[in-house]
């Protein structure tokens, strides 16, 4: 599956997964660096609680970038946390196909994101900020508005 | 409140929270023994990772039982765990009233449980115990099961 | 220590932690449910990752308010979350006296918050956001913000 | 050391490791899916919890599995979580040759593996399960049965 | 059970939990700070990761130490780390007798701690760092230590 | 990058992490892993908290070492732990320079190590243990110690 649209199902190998292991940044600091990853364009970051040497609560970052973001990546994890070293691996990533829906409920419409194996939608999930600006406008529980956009989507199948 | 159907809103002043921090125990053990006081009547047990004295990844046990149940909840943890110690304090629970309705699947009925606050229904959510068999039975996603009680309860509000 | 002024060193025992437990609410639901809680005037509010039945990773919410914002913290607990139980139980809370000092940068000032026990001061620490703006806004790492503040309260000592 | 009886020791680099972060599932279904997983074939499966974006309480759920194993564990990825992709990158397995011994104790016979590296057992653990059936028939402590166990282990060297 | 030797079991209702949350200071002065809580006279230290606002990846100090501790534990804790609060609640903690015996071993003799509870021993756990010295001055796997004693320790019921 | 001198920047492709997963091993007994793997050379040791089958709380054990290292590693890890299997994948780390400057405080000199990037100092931190060793021995916070160094390194800049 060489070149191929964005959105249609595909597998990328050209992915990279970075990894810093952080005892000596506090977490207050990290907040704020996953923004700036994000901002600078990884596909993801994440944090794990880990145990390091000499009783340290220690944080592993994580984020999953393109190749050719590999370096922008290097210069934020250098600049902006504690680290003397980065390491990365190559993996695979299998993504499936996107489309977009919209669903009407009584406080407005809401897209809700399909994903799509093998011609086959197995994904269908309500766009979360969507969502999130409904209750936040309208004064009600989030449950609420999921719970609509949930039974409206079941009379479209 | 104080004498009540245990299925109404009421507050619960006769709870107590046990807590043990375990570092000398294997994890296969600790899924037995979350059994067992599940059997014996705990109203949760949980487990939390925690950081201890040289450099030891440990687990803290927390339950949560009526007072009554308090001796019989120190008998299983000194058996089965490697505790020296089981400390524990009062708390209150404020439990929401419940009831349960039948929701209609093409696969059968399934219960929905709720939970009603000062007479309104804030708590919705399908018993996971019949989505799951209906999932196995039917070799069906278990996400195909909720979206469908999902899309019935809204019908029904 | 009874009445005080906020921001004197005092022990406050009308402060209560909160905690529930949840398996069946998905993380994205979760980010919000915090920012609700803290709008609302809660003290701190902070997840744990947690072990519950049947292989499910769950969260302990839990969070520190006021006797008198429990009713508050109810309603959006019962309102945004899944639960139909919270448990909750006094604590007595220690605070420092605060005040702040001014420190002047390249940038522009940053404000210290300092914490004293005893008329000691044992806490000195820039305030975050502050320093967060000035590195967006200067496009200079946030730790330069920070290692200059350190330079300069160093001198004012 | 290319053909091997499955049982001897032996490194397998036909071993996959794959990787889903989950930040829009409740737990409850995790417990479900980490079932489906190894019913199908899984070598392990296991879940950490993650600090992702907007706040948001998150799992990496990973596990391991054969190359030939990959397109059915993509399958249930997809069906049964929330993912729009599911990553993956080879690995080495470096597995010991095990053998089992039968153990005498006076509630019946314990089945111990071993683990031989080089030709020497480096590794010698009672059988859970057994352990675990012995310890509900016999109303007896686990640690009691591990405790004969391991007493009669002893002899036998 | 009023006044009682150490040793015996009993009941202590002058226990403290101490609670801080984390998010301004380094992983790696925690594991200093772990340090002179014990040294000081904390019956128990641990740490446990939160997820705190603005995305910030906390840690929850915890400590258990007598009523009369506490301020000790204050002047730690607001000297060594960064907060401006510590909380803390009384608790009760049952405590099993606690008697040593010697167990022979190829090595040397091995302590092993009992617990008792209600006049029947509960526990036996041979003392970690004795095991960990035979394992470095012979140069033999801790595992080795431990499986000896346990045969041993079999022997003698 | 080819031959370098190790305290250069340098792409370091010789790398390897190495993976176990624990259920069945008491944590006091990981603490001392760790010890073990970083004495026979490991560049980093951590766990992470995971959660396994049938409810058991498990660690995942990391480690990063050169390729010559591995079978110094595994035999620990055999040894010493209770896995049957161990696996690993190579990985490239990147590297930054280290420098090393003294900065005079009015306890004693400390060592602050600098990573420099691309020529340009992105690092600075002061050496913990000699940090800790001055707080030791003066009776001061180790907070007052890391003050004075920054505020004395702000000078040097």
């Not at 506090?26 to 990853?37: A, I, K, R, S």
Request: net charge negative; hydrophobic share 40%; with cysteine.
């Amino acid at each position: 599956m060489a070149a191929h649209p964005p959105d249609k199902e595909h597998l990328d190998d050209h992915m990279v997964k970075m990894e810093v292991n952080l005892d000596d940044i506090p977490g207050e600091w990290l907040g704020y660096v996953m923004d700036l990853l994000f901002e600078a364009g990884a596909n993801d970051v994440f944090y794990t609680p880990i145990y390091m040497k000499k009783n340290r609560p220690g944080i592993l970052l994580q984020l999953l970038c393109s190749l050719k973001k590999v370096n922008t990546m290097k210069k934020i994890l250098f600049s902006e946390t504690t680290t003397l070293g980065v390491r990365y691996y190559p993996l695979t990533v299998h993504r499936l196909e996107r489309t977009y829906k919209k669903v009407a409920t009584e406080w407005g419409t809401v897209t809700v994101k399909e994903g799509i194996h093998d011609g086959i939608v197995v994904q269908r999930a309500p766009e979360f900020e969507e969502c999130k600006t409904i209750a936040e406008q309208h004064h009600i529980p989030l449950k609420k508005v999921y719970e609509q956009v949930w039974h409206v989507m079941g009379e479209e199948t």
